[in-house]
């Protein structure tokens, strides 16, 4: 039986980015190989696709996911479907997520402050925050290509 590792949906090719595209990475579903893969994908779940983008916001001590068209808080429906997700999926092993996504980038996303001013680029995304919180170990992929 092969070990588990989550994947974000759009490196598979599904077209479930924010803009209807996908981010097919035959190279890194290559090194994959030895893995059963399992995609996910947050944000088509949970607002459909296409769909307005979202940004990492640092506001109190808490960080959102804030709609950059109606200034909405994402955050609770993404966290349910990480939780919901991990909850079903107890054994995976490696979870790779799109760089800098705002939901799945393990090391990349950028993380602004209430005023929409960057204060650093190199942010967890809500859902690879809850890989690492479970003891996932968890890459960017760009990150995951150039190590292996």
Excluded at 2 to 24: E, H, M, Q, V
Excluded at 48 to 61: C, E, I, Q
């Amino acid at each position: 039986m092969k070990p588990k590792c989550a994947i974000s949906a759009c490196l598979l090719g599904n077209r479930c980015r924010y803009d209807g595209t996908s981010n097919y990475d035959p190279k890194l579903i290559g090194k994959l190989k030895e893995y059963e893969l399992i995609p996910f994908c947050p944000e088509d779940f949970c607002f459909g696709t296409p769909r307005p983008t979202m940004d990492l916001v640092k506001n109190n001590n808490e960080i959102k996911a804030i709609s950059n068209l109606t200034g909405a808080n994402l955050t609770p429906p993404i966290k349910e479907y990480a939780n919901a997700f991990f909850d079903t999926h107890k054994d995976i092993k490696l979870f790779i997520g799109k760089d800098r996504s705002p939901s799945c980038g393990v090391r990349s996303a950028k993380l602004y402050n209430k005023d929409k001013e960057l204060i650093n680029s190199n942010s967890s995304g809500l859902m690879a925050k809850e890989a690492i919180k479970r003891g996932i170990k968890a890459f960017d992929a760009e990150e995951f290509l150039e190590k292996f």
